[in-house]
């Protein structure tokens, strides 16, 4: 069985930074690109961040670039969000997603508040 862990959200300032994970089990992690997105309330889910299999490229969404890192462990099947510089337009729900076995995956989420 596919799953997916996030943690690492939480109430934060602005400015300030916060480091998401995601755990993941039931597939062979270092074959697939990972990928974060977000969803804040009202609005469509969007994607963040994404990284290939090995970690050698990655992708941003112009609204984080400079701002975000996403990064993966192979050996630990975790992928991570590094995100400094928080804004009140962060505030989201942040989901990581996997494409596997024709079909997609998501985690639970975590929700990410930025506010002073």
């Known amino acids: 069985e596919v799953q997916l862990v996030e943690s690492g959200g939480g109430l934060v300032q602005p400015g300030g930074s916060l480091r998401l994970s995601c755990v993941t089990s039931g597939f062979t992690f270092r074959v697939y690109a990972m990928s974060w997105y977000r969803q804040a309330p009202g609005k469509e889910r969007e994607l963040v961040a994404g990284?290939?299999?090995?970690?050698?490229?990655?992708n941003y969404a112009d609204y984080v670039k400079g701002r975000f890192t996403i990064s993966r462990d192979n050996a630990k099947n975790t992928v991570y969000l590094q995100m400094n510089s928080l804004k009140p337009e962060d505030t989201a729900v942040y989901y990581c997603?996997?494409?596997?076995?024709?079909?997609?995956?998501w985690g639970q989420g975590t929700q990410v508040t930025v506010s002073s």
């Open positions: 997603r996997v494409f596997y076995g024709r079909r997609e995956y």
């Open positions: 990284i290939t299999s090995a970690g050698d490229s990655t």
